[in-house]
């Protein structure tokens, strides 16, 4: 007779054989027949999953554990015993590689059970072990400089202009507050000003910020990428012009607090230690404090700082009780964690929007607002303005208009796969005489470096005017 339990496919039956596993070998002498059987378990489905060819990610993202990007069922949601363990351990990211072996996941096991801090790399370690199948780590938070190294094939394709502008004032302002100089006001202004009366009124940049972005992972251009979100959904829940501006300003300097943190903190690619978790959760405290004392801010600028790390229903961080964010703090922790997902991170490429989307579904209720994420997903849709697709019938094409209400079917500049010479337009909402769409859209691609995105976007724009 068969039992309810975890799907063979599910990640989540990686994690509790891994933590089971962790458990048993620090507890029981090496040896035991009980270790051997977990063992077995958890090599047979880490096989399983690995059996479709491509290396095996789990993550842990606030909670929530995916699989390659994606949430995954509701069955798999929370053991929050196994999921606290893991947080506990600094771990959020597992990758398995093809060829793994039952000595290294035996190792890996024994490893976390007595990990302690320690200054060499966790990968550095797990290879002294002989563990070269897994890597674990946390998802590296965005910030300075670790990117150009990360990154060296980033597209050298020219920026919108006033997103160029925008990032540029932004690294100014960012680079003057990190050598402890007071915030300029005035210049912030500016950037707000910039940002909602030009950028976001720019289909090229609005491309270069919606889609894909493996190019950019400074704190800089995710508070800018963040500010431009919040707008768009500011906009689509029907705030006023003035109350945009505070939105505007206080998306800009949500993650301020960084500045104050140690930069190897903040780019230490391993395992943290609590007290190195603490110090990178102090940035929302320590950002609400340089706010606070900064002349000239509307009062929900620290606010904001302060509360977007928290969940709607109070999770999260600092611990403020059961407080509930303000909205505009609930506005700013959707964008921040859309920006978050589809910018790089540390080893794997961005998670593509329609993934990105799909997360943020799972998250909303507990963590964030079901009613901000429905609007943010139905206005920055899964396949947003400068996505690059692959159609169901092997057409290539970048999305160059979204349609209200048709989330999943965009309008593209269709392209030959291999010149991307410009082919002609096409609207993917259109439906046959069965009713039913004549296109669907199966997969994000890397925008190609010889793709003229800004040229297609500008062309559409000035078109629809
Ligand atoms: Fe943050």
Redesign the pocket.
């Known amino acids: 007779m068969t039992t309810a339990a975890t799907p063979v496919h599910s990640p989540l039956a990686v994690l509790k054989g891994l933590a089971s596993l962790r458990r048993l070998s620090g507890t029981y002498p090496a040896g035991h027949p009980i270790i051997g059987q977990r063992l077995q378990e958890l090599s047979d489905t880490i096989a399983e999953l690995l059996s479709a060819g491509s290396p095996l990610c789990v993550e842990v993202i606030q909670g929530n554990v995916l699989l390659e990007g994606v949430a995954t069922s509701a069955e798999t949601q929370a053991d929050e015993q196994l999921l606290s363990q893991l947080a506990a351990l600094g771990i959020d990211s597992i990758h398995i590689r093809e060829g793994v072996e039952r000595q290294e996941l035996l190792t890996l096991a024994e490893f976390l059970w007595h990990h302690t801090d320690s200054d060499e790399s966790v990968t550095a370690q797990l290879l002294a072990r002989s563990v070269r199948h897994v890597s674990l780590g946390r998802l590296v938070p965005l910030d300075t400089r670790w990117r150009v190294q990360q990154w060296p094939d980033a597209p050298t394709g020219q920026l919108d202009p006033d997103y160029a502008e925008s990032l540029a004032r932004a690294q100014q302002t960012w680079e003057d507050t990190v050598a402890g100089k007071p915030l300029d006001v005035v210049s912030v202004r500016e950037l707000v000003q910039l940002l909602i009366h030009k950028v976001a009124k720019s289909n090229a940049a609005l491309g270069q910020i919606l889609a894909v972005k493996n190019y950019e992972n400074l704190t800089y251009c995710h508070s800018v990428n963040v500010s431009i979100l919040s707008l768009l959904l500011g906009k689509r829940v029907g705030l006023d012009e003035a109350t945009m501006a505070v939105l505007v300003e206080a998306a800009l300097l ?2 301020v607090g ?1 500045t104050r943190i140690p930069l190897e903190i903040i780019q230490k690619p391993g395992l943290l230690d609590k007290n190195e978790r603490r110090t990178i959760e102090s ?2 405290t320590l950002g609400a404090e340089i706010l606070v004392q900064t002349e000239g801010l509307h009062p929900l600028t620290p606010t904001v700082a302060l509360e ?2 928290r969940g709607v229903k109070g999770i999260g961080y600092p611990d403020l009780g059961n407080a509930v964010p303000h909205p505009m703090s609930q506005i700013v922790s959707v964008a ?1 964690i859309y920006e978050a997902l589809t910018g790089a991170r540390c080893y794997q490429h961005p998670t593509p929007p329609e993934r990105a989307c799909l997360i943020l579904a799972r998250m909303a209720g507990d963590k964030l607002n079901t009613g901000l994420v429905k609007t943010f997903v139905n206005a920055i849709t899964f396949f947003p303005l400068g996505s690059f697709v692959r159609t169901d019938r092997n057409e290539f094409g970048l999305v160059i208009q979204t349609t209200l209400g048709e989330p999943l079917h965009p309008v593209l500049a269709l392209v030959d796969g291999d010149t991307h010479e410009f082919l002609g337009q096409v609207d993917t909402a259109e439906r046959g005489l069965s009713g039913s769409y004549t296109r669907h859209i199966s997969q994000t691609l890397q925008v190609p470096d010889t793709l003229d995105v800004r040229r297609l976007l500008d062309a559409q724009q000035a078109a629809a005017l």
């Open positions: 949500h993650d960084k940035h929302t977007h790390h921040d």
